[in-house]
């Protein structure tokens, strides 16, 4: 009832244009074979009765057959539904002796496009001493993972440092160290090798670089 009487109240000026664009045309046009020239249509009629004159019956044409249906070409995607693009990269080292860990990492983004928002998730081969504190920025993401908010990533803007001075809860021989980017402010990577790492890094406080 409410849209009843919003139509009631609309102007007439509008209402005649907005029926005039949402008319549907009762038949389609066929197409005509070929152009139709002027010299032809007025050589049928006599130019001084403008009375048509006799044309002598033309032989039936023979009937073509018909031509095979075209499919239909596909919509062009819009620039709104193809994703941005962008390069997020990240380099660093990590260093391990005893239980400590030492990871340094920058993120960049070599575009095309800007990055609104960016995670690094760091995932170990050996679980983390669970008393310790995170630097700001940082969650758990279980017991042998960490991830941590890069931010926004301008197009060959600076770089976006991360700091993590962890524990592991054992001392082990060696640790791996899984670098990789779990979101890009739903930008399109296609270059992902430049921002997934694994490192090796023995007990010997030697930084590893990535």
């Known amino acids: 009832m409410l849209m009843l ?10 209402a005649v244009a907005v029926a005039a664009a949402t008319i549907v045309p009762a038949a389609t046009a066929v197409p005509v074979a070929g152009p139709v020239a002027w010299s032809a249509v007025v050589a049928d009629i006599d130019p001084v009765t403008f009375a ?37 990269v990240h380099r660093g080292h990590v260093a391990f ?4 860990l030492e990871i340094r990492l920058r993120t960049a983004n070599r575009g095309p496009a800007d990055v609104s928002a960016s995670t690094v998730r760091l995932r170990f081969s050996e679980p983390l001493a669970v008393r310790q504190q995170l630097p700001a920025g940082c969650l758990w993401g279980g017991r042998a993972a960490v991830l941590c908010e ?3 990533l301008a197009k060959d803007g600076p770089a976006r440092r991360t700091a993590l001075d962890l524990r592991l ?3 082990p021989a060696e ?8 979101w890009s402010g739903g930008a ?3 270059d ?3 921002d997934t790492h694994t490192v090796l890094a023995p007990s010997t406080g030697d930084p590893y670089a990535f």
């Open 5 to 14: 009487s919003r139509r009631l109240l609309m102007p007439l000026s509008v």
């Open 52 to 88: 048509a004159e006799p044309v002598a019956p033309a032989a039936p044409a023979a009937l073509a057959e018909p031509a095979a249906l075209a499919e239909p070409a596909a919509p062009a995607a819009s620039a709104a539904s193809v994703a941005s693009e962008a390069d997020v």
């Open 97 to 100: 002796w005893s239980d400590q």
């Open 150 to 152: 890069t931010g926004a």
């Open 169 to 171: 809860a054992g001392r």
């Open 175 to 182: 640790v791996v160290v899984r670098v990789d980017t779990v």
């Open 188 to 190: 399109r990577d296609a």
């Open 192 to 194: 992902s090798g430049n």
